[in-house]
């Protein structure tokens, strides 16, 4: 006799093949522990008895899918966060961006790009914004839009300043926003180096060859395939000797990539392609 978390699984399958099949997004290879938990939330957001529920309100309410992208892509960052690693960049990665003539960097599932702004007020400060490109993508639509708008509630200053002083900053955060209302704006100008693309890690293909990848605490919601998948992309992408971010929580141990690898940073989680 089947329990009811083994129909949740089922359901949960057929769910993800549906999507598949009418939305063209392939979420099949993310963490199951994951998915169960964040479907288990949608399910109580969109006041849904079962995920056979809320799978046939998905398959035919288009708006309602885009919605849900929400569930499926985490939108936890921060300005700076996990400052050892912007400081490691600072101190390890940028001597060596300094010898390219043009550099591009490809922040790979970029959610609400705190993380691209981050970088960009990184290179400005070591006069390398001007010859970058930093390549932002995500799955989420809804997500790159906040990305390219820059605006954040001015709440969440505080933390980001405090986490821009740790990570090496050379100024004043502040010098980069104009606070209005309750939002703080960044500057415009930083935005001249970025393109925001829609990509998924899981069903597209490498778009540019770059000299840094930095794709933090994505590949923690993927299963090993999807995993494999990723870091296979990513030294596609990168030139000989070029750099890969990841997050703390995240390794290249027991990949089957880890050997075109080798570490420069490690507690850092930064990599260079062997």
Known sequence: ??????????????????????????FRDYSVASLRRRMRQAME??????????????????????????????????????????????????????TYPSIKIWVAGCSSGEEVWSLAILLEEEGLLERSMIYATDINVEALTAA?????PIERIAQFSENYQLAGGKRSLSDYYTAAYKGAIFD???????????????????????????????????????????????????????????????????SRHAASFNELSPAERIFQRA
Request: net charge negative.
């Open 1 to 26: 006799m089947l329990l009811d978390d083994d129909i949740f699984d089922i359901e949960l399958k057929l769910l993800l093949e549906g999507i598949l099949l009418r939305y063209q997004h392939d």
């Open 148 to 152: 390219e708008a820059g605006i954040y």
């Open 45 to 98: 957001r969109f006041g849904c008895a079962s995920l056979s529920q809320l799978q046939d309100r998905i398959l035919h309410e288009p708006a309602m899918f885009a919605q849900m992208l929400q569930f499926f892509t985490v939108q936890v960052s921060e300005m700076f966060r996990d400052p050892a690693y912007f400081r490691a960049l600072r101190e390890k990665v940028v001597p060596i961006l300094h």
């Open 188 to 254: 415009r100008r930083l935005r001249r180096q970025f393109v925001f693309a829609d990509h998924s890690l899981a069903t597209d293909s490498v778009f540019s060859e770059v000299h840094m990848v930095s794709c933090r605490n994505v590949m923690i919601y993927f299963n090993k395939d999807l995993q494999d998948r990723s870091l296979g992309l990513f030294h596609e992408a990168l030139v000989n000797r070029g750099f890969l971010g990841l997050g703390m929580k995240e390794s290249l141990h027991f």
